[in-house]
């Protein structure tokens, strides 16, 4: 099985399974001289992780991270400074349940990538899909900890902005209430959590599942970085995103909507500004123009589908060509989009960093 490489310079190898002894990821091309602890790593980590409430898989991972190569460690005892070398992390897998998946052995989950990984190899792991499975995502989200300390300034951030088919009130964004420890979706507004509450709780109790939008917006990213025709800064983040498991669609900026407006009402304008920098009036094109950064927030946007791991019977087939109904027992999200908010911010921020790193190899400027 190939491609479980992205990046270019930056290059980032994910391996593992969801019911293996361990997940882990390669960071390839970090440069020397990067500062940084495990509880960066650890903290991200630790929004992505299971059963942290009851809207969520009820798995019991605590995802802990150990970093094996790539640094030396500071005086202080706590920082570790990237050598240039690869950096390996690790995650071991502590609380599966293989025996759960037992009966589908030979049975194709409607939805999941069964039949397609079975029509490609000819073997699958039906023990919670192995590399199918959104297990593997906690290594991206680790390598998503490093990248953001690659472009000096940067930060990036995700919200969840609907659910299913409830939506948050815009009016209401509040960032430092998505990392809220009493703020179980991270959505920006604090008014929607009963509201997202009491809408899954019927959700999950009908053994049903529902899908998800994410916002994230990149902020201090410097201008000039992608290149023209095939190598667009938007291209690789809607990559990037799309390559998330149960990830159906990705806009950038406005997306879809500008289909909707005019031309005047599309433009982003521009003055100067006091401080000899442009300005620019509106952000509909998320930041991003003739793909590369034009120093604007890059905002990205995409689509999680319904979890396809669901109580409910559905109809399939199994491995010998009979009709069969498929109930899929286990432990599963009833909105797979609620944990995908950091693993968006960990993709995003591994393309950016990519970006940065050959824009600088090729203009010599950061």
Request: aromatic share 6%.
């Amino acid at each position: 099985m190939s491609h479980n490489t992205f990046g270019h310079l930056f290059r980032v190898t994910t391996w593992g399974e969801s019911h293996g002894p361990a997940l882990g990821c390669v960071v390839d091309g970090c440069p020397p001289g990067i500062r940084f602890t495990l509880a960066d790593i650890q903290g991200e980590l630790d929004r992505r992780k299971p059963g942290q409430s009851r809207f969520v898989t009820q798995r019991r991972e605590p995802d802990e991270v150990k970093v094996l190569s790539g640094f030396v460690m500071d005086p202080d005892g706590e920082t570790m400074i990237s050598t240039g070398t690869p950096i390996s992390m690790m995650i071991e897998n502590v609380d599966q349940r293989s025996k759960d998946y037992g009966e589908i052995a030979r049975q194709y989950r409607p939805g999941h990538a069964d039949y397609t990984y079975d029509a490609k190899y000819g073997v699958r792991d039906h023990r919670g899909g192995g590399r199918s499975s959104a297990r593997e995502t906690a290594a991206r989200v680790a390598a998503g900890a490093i990248a953001r300390k690659v472009v000096p300034g940067m930060s990036v951030r995700g919200a969840l902005v609907s659910m299913g088919v409830k939506d948050i009130d815009r009016s209401r964004w509040n960032w430092n209430f998505v990392r809220d420890p009493e703020n179980p979706f991270f959505t920006p507004d604090p008014e929607s959590v009963k509201m997202f509450a009491d809408y899954l709780d019927g959700v999950r109790k009908a053994g049903s599942s529902v899908g998800a939008v994410i916002d994230i917006v990149a902020e201090g990213v410097p201008a000039g970085l992608g290149a023209p025709v095939y190598g667009k800064l938007d291209q690789d983040i809607a990559s990037n995103l799309m390559s998330v498991n149960a990830v159906k669609g990705v806009e950038i900026g406005d997306g879809f909507a500008a289909a909707r407006i005019t031309g005047e009402e599309n433009a982003d304008e521009m003055r100067m500004g006091n401080d000899g920098k442009p300005v620019f009036l509106s952000n509909h094109a998320g930041g991003i123009l003739g793909g590369i950064s034009s120093g604007q927030p890059i905002v990205a946007r995409f689509a999680v589908k319904p979890t396809s791991s669901i109580l409910t019977p559905r109809k399939s087939i199994d491995t010998d060509g009979n009709d069969v109904d498929v109930t899929t027992k286990g432990r599963h999200d009833p909105c797979v989009g609620i944990r995908a908010v950091p693993i968006g911010e960990a993709m995003v921020a591994c393309a950016i960093a990519d970006h940065y790193l050959r824009h600088r190899g090729q203009t010599g400027r950061k």
